[in-house]
């Protein structure tokens, strides 16, 4: 049972970049798909992005493309969201979650992380 750690949450500014990193306290993310979403206060939980770890398979969120990138580190059994050009509206909890990779991905059964804050100043 994999269970997913992240890392790297912080305060920076409008157009600063930032790195999140998600390992896994339990077995590998081998045979997982491993995806990145994040809340705001007062909004619904959204799709940020994510990635088969055995296949070449990467999708992103409408508002993250162009600016975030996701991969993956099997020497380390990390996934990573590098973020630029963050704005304001990135505001959020960002959270980990890996689920088996069944070719679909159903993340509700999947297991999350804790989330780690990120908060873009304006």
């Known amino acids: 049972q994999v269970q997913p750690v992240e890392s790297g949450g912080g305060l920076v500014q409008d157009g600063d970049s930032l790195r999140l990193s998600c390992t896994s306290s339990?077995?590998?993310?081998?045979?997982?798909?491993v995806g990145w979403f994040r809340q705001a206060p007062g909004k619904e939980r959204e799709f940020v992005a994510a990635?088969?770890?055995?296949?070449?398979?990467?999708y992103y969120g409408d508002s993250v493309k162009g600016r975030f990138t996701i991969s993956s580190d099997n020497a380390k059994n990390a996934v990573y969201l590098q973020m630029n050009s963050l704005k304001p509206d990135d505001t959020a909890v960002y959270y980990c979650?890996?689920?088996?990779?069944?070719?679909?991905?159903?993340?509700?059964?999947?297991?999350w992380g804790q989330g780690t804050q990120v908060t873009v100043s304006s």
């Open positions: 990635l088969s770890w055995n296949g070449n398979s990467i």
């Open positions: 979650v890996a689920t088996i990779d069944y070719g679909s991905w159903f993340w509700e059964s999947g297991s």
């Open positions: 339990g077995r590998t993310f081998s045979g997982y798909a």
